[in-house]
């Protein structure tokens, strides 16, 4: 089956680890990796920590209903809750809740709001009542509890990711940045860190958590209960065009064709969704629940191929794509990526080709959201791995040119090859002199395909 989804088109595969042992990771990967050996491509892993799970206790029935206007009580005392009480067995939600917050319950379906707290209890009075059974989750939109977003078991899992050699991690529970930075000491460099921006508080800080990530996913299912559902699609905007600022890659996440889970065709309002994420330029679109336990996982990838590829084609799509217009930093890199986004659509090249060892440079050509194809060649498995989740590469592995007729034509060659230039056609080159030194992209050249695909100036 995961050789059928990259067949359909993944680009990245997302291993949720609330749901995987650490030794079904290595499975995984191990599979994953066999499959990038038969296809010569990168593949991307992203390993998906769990986080912190804010849970209340057990009830002495199987559920009770809580009417709306009834007072109840959260304690910390272990007992057996009642159609009044129930545990709550974290102290940090008992030192930081406030009057007025709201506490939310079993995905946001029970709403309840403190009316005073002291110590050990916390009194609240229901406003969205219902049926509450044991060990449902808590969401807490207004309150920061002193909580690290890395449980012990995240820990665990994110060393076990570094030594295996996944190449994204996905942080859970984000709210400020000294959450990822606790991240970014832990893996020492090891792995690329996406934040989760899943709560009001790491909006609060989107900048500063930008500034310390690699990656960021706009995570709506977390972020729609501790939000007015209204806000939802307005802080999806807000997230990707901050994201496509900052230069690093963004993923739209949840629910984007849900009804396959059980439905081989999606609903036009999913299309319609799934589409927006597109037009807005996310470099990712994320399927979940669709491709883990749906019963049509392969369709659902198929459908979204679909959909991407059609937006892409849509005559609106560049005037769209371009209205947050993205002002290169006064770097040669960037200087250079943009020049060559300029004159591959000025002089209808048939592809941009840039040489990247880091993949910064691979990652600054993206940022351009150019109409032409990007080829990023790497001498570097794990860039090529990290650069799949980034919009529109095409990653290619080749050891490093040896000399400047070598790089034009190596880059000839592969264009050639991966059928995105013809005989005849040009092609422009992007890379950094001296040859293979990190970071230092400062130079650009068009080149003529020749007929059996070696190039020429």
Same mark, same amino acid.
């Given at each position: ?244 600022? %900052? ?75 371009? %209205? ?15 020049? %060559? ?117």
């Amino acid at each position: 089956m995961i050789k059928r989804l990259f067949d359909c088109g993944v680009d990245v595969f997302r291993i949720n680890m609330s749901h995987t042992s650490q030794s079904e990771l290595r499975r995984l990967h191990d599979t994953i990796r066999t499959i990038e050996a038969e296809h010569a491509r990168p593949i991307g892993i992203l390993a998906d920590l769990q986080g912190p799970k804010l849970r209340i206790a057990d009830f002495e029935t199987d559920s009770v209903t809580l009417r709306e206007g009834q007072a109840f009580d959260l304690v910390s005392a272990d007992m057996p809750g009642t159609q009044s009480q129930v545990t709550l067995p974290h102290p940090e939600i008992f030192a930081a809740a406030e009057p007025g917050h709201a506490l939310l319950i079993n995905d946001g379906k029970v709403r309840l709001r403190v009316k005073d707290r002291s110590g050990d209890l916390i009194r609240t009075v229901v406003e969205v009542g219902g049926e509450l059974s044991a060990r449902k989750g808590v969401n807490l939109p207004d309150t920061i509890p002193p909580l690290s977003a890395m449980t012990d078991k995240d820990r665990s899992d994110l060393e076990t990711a570094c030594d295996v050699g996944v190449d994204w991690v996905a942080l859970s529970f984000v709210q400020r940045p000294e959450d990822v930075a606790e991240a970014r000491k832990f893996s020492r460099g090891r792995v690329a860190l996406m934040a989760k921006i899943e709560k009001p508080a790491a909006l609060d800080q989107l900048q500063a958590i930008l500034d310390l990530v690699d990656g960021v996913m706009v995570a709506r299912g977390d972020l729609g209960v501790e939000l007015p559902l209204e806000q939802v699609p307005g802080r999806q905007k807000q997230i990707i065009r901050a994201a496509r600022r %900052a230069g690093i890659p963004v993923v739209v996440a949840t629910q984007m064709l849900e009804s396959m889970i059980a439905a081989p065709v999606p609903t036009r309002a999913e299309v319609s969704d799934v589409a927006t994420a597109v037009f807005e330029g996310a470099d990712a679109i994320m399927l979940s629940a669709e491709s883990a336990v749906g019963d049509y996982p392969d369709e659902a990838i198929l459908m979204m191929d679909r959909i991407a590829t059609q937006v892409e084609q849509d005559p609106y799509y560049t005037d769209i794509i371009h %209205a947050p217009r993205m002002e290169p930093d006064a770097t040669s890199a960037d200087a250079i990526s943009a020049a %060559a986004r300029t004159v591959a659509e000025t002089l209808n090249l048939a592809a941009i080709v840039c040489y990247t060892g880091s993949g910064t440079t691979g990652m600054r050509a993206s940022r351009e959201r150019p109409s032409k194809p990007i080829i990023a060649l790497t001498p570097i498995p794990s860039t090529g791995r990290r650069l799949a989740v980034v919009w529109g590469l095409h990653c290619v592995l080749t050891r490093d040119a040896q000399s400047l007729d070598d790089m034009v034509d190596r880059a000839c060659r592969i264009a050639f090859q991966e059928g995105f230039a013809a005989a005849g056609q040009r092609i422009i080159v992007t890379a950094g002199v001296p040859l293979g030194t990190p970071g230092a992209t400062n130079m650009l050249r068009i080149a003529f395909v020749g007929g059996d695909g070696a190039g020429a100036l």
